[in-house]
Nanobody, 119 residues
Framework: QVQLVESGGGLVQPGGSLRLSCAAS????????MGWYRQAPGQQRELVAN???????KYGDSVKDRFTISRDNAKNMVFLQMNSLKPEDTAVYYC?????????????WGQGTQVTVSS
């Protein structure tokens, strides 16, 4: 069974930093891409960042130059380093694995981790 488990969320002041981690129960190269999405109350889930198998990264416009996605291939983990956090970054952050054409499901999701940016 494929599982994605996030950790690292919490409360941080504006301008602060957090690092989110996502541990996969299978090789991250089983996915086409690994990524982070977020969902704020009353809003749609949106892409924060993803990293494809080949290493290509993509970021949402609102987080470019502030957030960095990375991975540890040996540990089957993906990370999201978040710097210069703003109140509008407050959301539940979800780890995602794109299994299209490779795994039984198109999308795999973690349980989510809350990030709150507030003074």
């Amino acid at each position: 069974q494929v599982q994605l488990v996030e950790s690292g969320g919490g409360l941080v002041q504006p301008g602060g930093s957090l690092r989110l981690s996502c541990a996969a129960s299978i090789s991250i190269f089983s996915f086409n891409a690994m990524g982070w999405y977020r969902q704020a109350p009353g809003q749609q889930r949106e892409l924060v960042a993803n990293i494809r198998t080949g290493g290509t990264t993509k970021y949402g416009d609102s987080v470019k130059d502030r957030f960095t996605i990375s991975r540890d291939n040996a540990k089957n983990m993906v990370f999201l380093q978040m710097n210069s956090l703003k109140p509008e970054d407050t959301a539940v952050y979800y780890c995602n694995g794109d299994g299209t054409g490779r795994l039984p499901n198109v999308d795999y999701w973690g349980q989510g981790t809350q990030v709150t940016v507030s003074s």
